[in-house]
């Protein structure tokens, strides 16, 4: 019998009546409501059909279901089998790893809950009904097995393996295996194959310009906060940077963190797209727009088992300079005791990776090392660190040197992308914008155009100083010690939390002077940062 492709139910490819080809057979649309209806009520009768109930539980980053051990049909051992269920509904479906409830008052027979992730990516509503299954373990596991013997993956291999991690189809533990292969080796293919994965799964901005400059910092430091001094001097002159920044997640506060001091981050891409338009720029949150989901499952991993290698630092970077539809990146990699880099040979060697895989991706780089030794400006945390942004901004006499004259630096480096510019005018060019109030006055348009903030962050009230043990001169900071006190104290969580620290490296002190504050919004935890200070402050110095 001929086989037939129509267009839709009434008219097929030949202008004639048709319907759907199944098998050799041509089944009449009655019949193919019929058999669809039929599929749907074995489902219903193989896989038990439950009604969705939203728990205000984080989970994050799992996907987490809950069912009550008992009153749902199973026994115990075909729970302990579903450890990993598939849940589907209308049109939608995740994965979820299976927590049993043994409160009647949590659940109700013939519920399921959904902890808050996997209730906002399943994406249906309280009440609708699905159906749950045994999930079968992802394919691309068998992948991982191999990194862990010591394989090299393939392009495509390494592909499925972050699309199935974007997607929620792997546990913690499961990621950890494979972070924990990929930090043992991972070949410069490799390291590129991640790259471009991690881009191509979430969402890509395309801002149809040829030049889309950005800046970005490897993090570590404290205090470091250039961007929002970078991104307004920028805008002022007339480049496109579009910032999307990411908000803390070890450190005391990130871009988005502080930026949210002053105004709202929580942007999605209609808004962002239409205040790039008019302000050139933008200070966003960049969780809310997807860039780069992977990375963000792949950091709450890597982040416990402190893993930070040069390779996947290099991925997880460019990834979401790539997703963001960057063409052009200024890349601070600090260098010091203390720091993420320690010392200029992997300051160096980290360089020519950075340098091999942007071009590999076609993404125009300008690396620069800088002074990683002690923290950037005077605040550590969003209130503080906003005040030291908005006093170089303002130039304000007392306004941080460091702070002022490291993001001139990196600016003056991403004007030099402008083709209109005489090469080495930038940094005399990102001067005179800050010097006129031009880059202040495209900050207030950009604070206007994401919306001002309302919630007025006060500093935190209790505090407590921390004072010299002796006289003499500060030699060091450890900035991995001051950003644990700060967080500790409640940063960035408590936007008014932090550290105002009142000397730097070189300053000579006398007995008893104070060294830094600590500000915190809740007793306790300015008790919990009072003790970590006490143990060791952070500071040495030497008589």
């Not at 097995?145 to 991690?165: C, F, H, M, V, Y």
């Amino acid at each position: 019998m001929e086989r037939r492709c129509p267009r839709n139910w009434a008219t097929g490819v030949d202008g004639k009546t048709a319907a759907p080809a199944f098998g050799q057979l041509r089944i009449a649309p009655p019949l193919i409501a019929y058999s669809l209806a039929r599929q749907r009520k074995r489902k219903a009768e193989s896989h038990p059909m439950l009604t969705i109930r939203r728990l205000a539980i984080d989970t994050y980053p799992e996907n987490t279901a809950f069912l009550l051990r008992e009153s749902n049909g199973y026994s115990a051992e075909q729970f302990q089998a579903l450890r990993k269920i598939r849940i589907s509904g209308e049109n939608a479906e995740i994965l979820a790893t299976l927590a049993l409830v043994d409160e009647p008052a949590m659940l109700k027979p013939g519920e399921i809950g959904l902890g808050e992730q996997a209730f906002r990516r399943l994406g249906l509503p309280e009440g609708a009904t699905v159906a749950i299954e045994q999930a079968m373990p992802p394919t691309s596991l068998e992948f991982v097995r191999r990194k862990i013997d010591g394989d090299t993956l393939q392009d495509d291999e390494i592909s499925a393996i972050i699309r199935d991690i974007a997607t929620h189809r792997y546990s913690p533990m499961e990621i950890g295996a494979f972070l924990v292969a990929c930090a043992s080796f991972m070949s410069t293919q490799e390291t590129l194959a991640v790259t471009r994965a991690m881009a191509d799964v979430g969402h890509r901005f395309d801002w149809k310009a040829r030049l889309v400059v950005d800046k970005h910092c490897i993090g570590g430091i404290p205090g470091n906060r250039t961007s929002m001094i970078v991104v307004p001097i920028v805008a002022a002159h007339g480049l496109i940077m579009p910032k999307t920044s990411s908000r803390a997640i070890t450190s005391p506060s990130g871009t988005a963190d502080t930026m949210e001091v002053l105004a709202n981050v929580d942007l999605c891409e209609e808004n962002m797209r239409a205040i790039v338009a008019r302000e050139k720029a933008v200070l966003a949150w960049g969780g809310r727009v997807n860039l780069s989901p992977a990375d963000d499952v792949l950091i709450s991993v890597e982040r416990p088992l402190r893993i930070d290698t040069f390779d996947q630092m290099v991925a997880s970077i460019l990834s979401k300079k790539l997703a963001a539809g960057s063409t052009h990146l200024v890349l601070d990699i600090p260098v010091g005791p203390t720091a993420k880099v320690r010392t200029q040979d992997d300051a160096v060697r980290l360089r020519k990776l950075f340098e091999h895989i942007a071009d590999k991706i076609g993404l125009v780089i300008d690396i620069v090392i800088t002074d990683g030794s002690q923290p950037v400006g005077r605040g550590i945390g969003p209130v503080l660190e906003a005040r030291d942004v908005m006093a170089v901004l303002r130039n304000d006499a007392d306004a941080p040197q460091d702070l002022r004259e490291h993001a001139l630096f990196l600016a003056g480096r991403v004007l030099d992308f402008d083709p209109a510019l005489r090469g080495g005018r930038g940094y005399a060019r990102a001067m005179e914008l800050l010097a006129s109030g031009e880059a202040l006055a495209a900050m207030d348009r950009l604070v206007d155009a994401q919306g001002r903030q309302t919630t007025k962050f006060a500093l935190g009230e209790h505090v407590h100083e921390v004072h010299a043990l002796h006289g003499g001169r500060v030699s060091t900071i450890d900035c991995h010690r001051i950003a644990r006190i700060a967080r500790l104290a409640g940063a960035p969580m408590d936007k008014g939390a932090g550290i105002d620290l009142l000397h730097k490296v070189g300053a000579e002190v006398r007995k008893g002077q104070t060294l830094y504050r600590i500000h915190a919004q809740s007793r306790t935890g300015l008790g919990f940062a009072r003790d970590l200070a006490r143990e060791d402050s952070g500071y040495e110095v030497t008589q």
